[in-house]
């Protein structure tokens, strides 16, 4: 079965320095993976998705993911974290099976001024 | 490009009253529809999926059930609300692709009081 663990539940960052989101993935095979984030009482907006064409993803405003086989890691990077990247991200594989997806228990980032 | 409308967006309902929720998606055909629930502390939990139109799946057994009388909209409902079913329910919708993303509404807010 896939899975996926989110290994911080809350990230806290100053405005204009990096941030980094860790995810690991558990599969038998060569994953779909996705980073989504979602605003307060909004839906969950795709950031970027990982689909074996290459292993360094970029995604929008600026967030990019890098797949590690080796590591079996899926982390979410941005080098200058911004006052509107405070939100919640999930770290998301895709079901083999039947292509349903199984969340993780999602990371809350904070952004200070 | 796709476009997926949910209504409403708030809602407050007694206990033991009806429910209805609507999730339409525009600029696609045959995609296929989820109906999630993300209640506080929970993560999010698939309900519902719907590969057709009258081909609806359940994942859990509740006091809610779902339906897809056309094409590209998608009804969540119940007869009787309880107050577990609070939480904030979102539609998503995936295309035939082969990577599996889903693409999420804005969500509907439901609190039974």
């Known amino acids: 079965a896939q899975s996926v663990t989110q290994l911080d539940s809350h990230v806290s960052v100053s405005e204009g320095t990096p941030v980094l989101l860790r995810c690991n993935y558990s599969?038998?095979?060569?994953?779909?993976l996705f980073w989504y984030v979602q605003h307060p009482n909004k839906g969950l907006q795709l950031l970027l998705k990982?689909?074996?064409?290459?292993?360094l993803v970029k995604g929008i405003n600026g967030f990019e993911a890098e797949f590690k086989k080796s590591e079996t890691s899926f982390h979410l990077t941005k080098p200058s974290a911004h006052m509107s990247d405070a939100a919640e991200y999930f770290c998301?594989?895709?079901?083999?099976?039947?292509?349903?997806?199984?969340f993780g228990a999602g990371t809350t980032v904070t952004v200070r001024a | 490009s796709q476009t997926i409308h949910q209504w409403p967006a708030t809602l407050v309902q007694p206990v033991g009253s009806p429910l209805s929720l609507e999730c339409t998606v525009e600029?696609?055909?045959?995609?296929?529809l989820y109906w999630y629930r993300q209640a506080a502390g929970r993560g999010l939990q698939l309900l519902f999926y719907?590969?057709?139109?009258?081909?609806i799946s359940s994942e859990v057994p509740q006091n809610l059930s779902a339906s897809r009388p056309q094409d590209r909209q998608f009804i969540l409902s119940s007869k009787k609300l309880l107050l577990s079913d609070s939480g904030f329910y979102l539609c998503?919708?995936?295309?035939?692709?082969?990577?599996?993303?889903?693409?999420f509404g804005p969500g509907t807010r439901l609190t039974v009081t």
């Open positions: 998503a919708w995936r295309f035939g692709t082969a990577f599996g993303e889903q693409y």
């Open positions: 599969s038998s095979y060569s994953p779909s």
């Open positions: 990982y689909t074996s064409a290459a292993t």
């Open positions: 998301v594989v895709r079901r083999a099976a039947d292509y349903k997806l199984s």
């Open positions: 600029g696609t055909s045959n995609p296929n």
């Open positions: 719907s590969v057709g139109i009258g081909q």
